[in-house]
């Protein structure tokens, strides 16, 4: 039967029912171990009896996409926005130490276009497969009056979990200690606010080609999914005494890295020893932004940080490399409170 009232306000529940049934198939590709298989139930099941942890810390996190959804809104490009909602969840709960295992996502949107639903969430789910973890549930809103018909908001939520033992919180970090940085794959999804004053405050556009980027289209580089670091990073950690992670999203260096310091410790960073995307330069230079305050904004090519002893660097990069990770030391640990790059 069609609820032709609620369709006359703008909602349509059979564009609904379609889209469950369109993204069955993307949702069984998460399958792993605790995966119960419950899409369409009205809560998402996972079975943490059959794993075998002895004293399980269960790490959670939760984020959206933010304003890099207005690129994709203007490309009208929606198969990558899902890999970066899981980035931005699932890197933060394994910069706890901890292994991600079921995923959630909500979609809002202005008016429900089954086959661009669908793109998102094949983007969800390819992201959940990425990072080892299953998607085991969501909620896919149509809120007519609220966001405009080709617009919409995406979000996620993500648990992880990990031995009490092996919780990684930075309170092993000492001076000497080195800091290994592995690569972004460029903006991630942080900064957008301002990278989109950029773009129009400078008349530039999305479909714009530009040389410096060697003559790709500015949104295409800039709707580059996030870096998921989960798999090689559990690699890293089971070979590695890993004393310090730090995911670098929103605040860059200067908010980011010293969550994982005391109060009496801080970092040197040499710029040099990692590569910086041309994108940074680029938006440097349009925006007329000093060089020191893009590591206040951006990721400026670092995506994640680790931090371990000497001794243990060379075989954490090798693991990473072995991921397709570029990596590298770009700093160590002082006595000398801040982040002094130099």
């Not at 139930?41 to 059959?50: N, T, V």
Request: charged share 20%; with cysteine.
């Amino acid at each position: 039967m069609v609820a032709k009232s609620y369709e006359k306000a703008g909602v349509n529940l059979e564009a609904g029912y379609e889209v469950v049934r369109r993204i069955k198939a993307h949702v069984a590709t998460t399958s792993r171990p605790g995966y119960m298989g419950n899409i369409g139930s009205f809560g998402g099941m996972f079975d943490l009896s059959s794993l075998s942890y002895k004293e399980p810390v269960l790490v959670s996190s939760t984020d959206g996409v933010g304003t890099k959804l207005k690129i994709a809104f203007a490309l009208d490009k929606h198969d990558t926005v899902g890999i970066d909602v899981v980035a931005m969840c699932v890197n933060d709960v394994v910069a706890q130490g901890a292994e991600p295992l079921f995923f959630l996502d909500y979609v809002a949107m202005g008016h429900n276009i089954p086959a661009k639903t669908e793109m998102i969430v094949a983007g969800v789910a390819e992201g959940c497969r990425q990072a080892g973890c299953a998607l085991v549930g969501g909620e896919t809103a149509e809120m007519p009056g609220m966001y405009g018909n080709d617009e919409y908001d995406l979000a996620g939520f993500t648990v992880g979990v990990v031995e009490k033992s092996r919780l990684i919180n930075g309170s092993t970090v000492k001076v000497g200690d080195v800091v290994v940085g592995i690569a972004s794959t460029g903006v991630h999804s942080n900064g957008f606010s301002l990278v989109r004053k950029i773009v129009l405050d400078g008349d530039h556009f999305y479909s714009e080609r530009v040389p410096e980027l060697g003559g790709r289209r500015l949104g295409d580089v800039l709707l580059t999914p996030t870096r998921i670091y989960v798999k090689q990073l559990l690699d890293v950690f089971a070979h590695c005494d890993v004393h310090g992670v730090a995911n670098i999203t929103g605040g860059g260096f200067d908010e980011n890295m010293p969550r994982v310091l005391s109060e009496d410790q801080g970092l040197e960073i040499k710029e040099g020893t990692w590569e910086i995307p041309a994108i940074f330069d680029v938006l440097q230079d349009w925006g007329n932004i000093p060089h020191r305050e893009m590591f206040n904004i951006f990721n400026m090519g670092v995506g994640m940080m680790i931090v371990l002893d000497p001794s243990e660097a060379q075989t954490a990069i090798d693991i990473l490399a072995s991921y397709g990770d570029k990596a590298s030391v770009i700093g160590r640990v002082t006595n000398v409170p801040g982040i002094n790059i130099i």
